[in-house]
């Protein structure tokens, strides 16, 4: 009998192990402010005074806003490539250089910044629809972005904007 329940223990066990995922994480689908994007399930949402969709994990962070266009109607802003320039001179980061994306849906930029004494690293990204300019970001420890970039721009491909 005890030989019969140990069987049964390691089956168990055995059945555990295989129909869970140990070894990465599943992918999450995340909504919020119009945008949707799918991360890993080691991301969860977070309500925050700061920003309207923001998302963290252990390494990473990513958030994200969106702002209708007819706010900027008098402002000289009249175009994605404006509108991520205003954005980057808001948070004084201007001297920043500012990519268009291969398939020329979006721009992109990095930058740094010090929060509480530590150092991040930030992909900013900047889409647009007819009536909204979404702002969005990746974020990690400054040491880690590097070698991150890669990883931003495979959940970047699963953003879809309303």
């Known amino acids: 009998m005890k030989k019969l329940f140990l069987v049964l223990v390691a089956l ?11 070894f990465g994480n599943e992918p999450l689908e995340f909504s919020g402010s119009g945008i949707t994007i799918t991360l890993d399930d080691s991301f969860q ?10 998302l963290e994990s252990f390494d990473y ?9 007819t706010l900027f109607s008098n402002t000289g802003i009249d ?20 990519i268009l994306s291969e398939d020329e849906t979006f721009y992109y930029a990095y930058y740094t ?10 992909m900013l990204i900047c889409m647009e629809s007819d009536d909204y300019y979404y702002v ?5 420890y400054e040491n880690k ?11 970047v491909d699963t953003i879809v904007i309303e």
């Open 45 to 54: 949402e977070t309500d925050t005074m700061y920003v309207s969709f923001y």
């Open 79 to 98: 175009n994605l490539e404006d509108y991520i320039n205003a954005v980057l001179e808001y948070a004084d980061n201007e001297d920043e250089e500012v």
């Open 113 to 122: 910044a010090s929060v509480d004494e530590d150092e991040f690293g930030y």
């Open 145 to 155: 972005l590097d070698d991150s970039k890669e990883q931003f721009f495979e959940w």
């Open 136 to 140: 969005m970001n990746f974020g990690c």
């Open 61 to 69: 962070i990513f958030t994200g806003e969106r702002e209708d266009k």
């Open 12 to 22: 168990l066990f055995t059945f555990g192990l295989t129909s869970c995922d140990l």
